[in-house]
């Protein structure tokens, strides 16, 4: 019994090495230049997808920088945007990957300036 499971692992190891010298890739030229082309334009991309909370939406762009202000006071190592998307101002805030991290800034901002919203948007890459 012991002489049969050593040639059967022998045996077993000659069919797998067999098996591993045999690797056929068969691709699509199509999409192998969609794939080529869309790497050489995320290499001159600033940004991804990802989420900030907006603290502030209006008209006012005096109280939209007051509010940026204020944030930055209170909470100096996130970074926040001023942008303008006609006809509103809007001060967002953070650069997170997903809503989990966003999760522990937005408590604050609800307690600090009583209404914050997570919404998706570009967001630059994350320092390392």
Request: charged share 25%; glycine share 4%.
């Given at each position: 019994?012991?002489?049969?499971?050593?040639?059967?692992?022998?045996?077993?190891?000659?069919?797998?090495?067999?098996?591993?010298?045999?690797?056929?890739i068969?691709?699509?030229?199509?999409?192998?230049?969609?794939?080529?082309?869309?790497?050489?334009?995320?290499?001159f991309?600033?940004?991804?997808?990802?989420?900030?909370?907006?603290?502030?939406?209006?008209?006012e762009?005096?109280?939209?920088?007051?509010?940026?202000?204020?944030?930055?006071?209170?909470?100096?190592?996130?970074?926040?945007?001023?942008?303008?998307?006609?006809?509103?101002?809007?001060?967002?805030?953070?650069?997170?990957?997903?809503?989990?991290e966003?999760?522990d800034?937005?408590?604050?901002?609800?307690?600090?300036?009583?209404?914050?919203?997570?919404?998706?948007?570009k967001?630059?890459?994350p320092?390392?």
């Amino acid at each position: 019994m012991k002489y049969l499971l050593i040639i059967f692992f022998l045996f077993a190891g000659f069919i797998t090495q067999a098996q591993q010298n045999n690797l056929v890739i068969n691709s699509n030229i199509y999409l192998d230049s969609l794939v080529e082309k869309n790497s050489k334009k995320n290499k001159f991309s600033k940004t991804i997808q990802g989420y900030r909370i907006q603290i502030f939406s209006g008209s006012e762009r005096i109280l939209a920088n007051e509010i940026k202000t204020k944030f930055t006071n209170k909470f100096n190592n996130y970074p926040v945007y001023l942008i303008y998307q006609q006809p509103y101002f809007k001060v967002r805030a953070g650069d997170f990957r997903n809503k989990i991290e966003a999760m522990d800034l937005y408590k604050k901002l609800l307690d600090e300036f009583g209404e914050a919203i997570i919404i998706q948007d570009k967001i630059n890459f994350p320092k390392l």
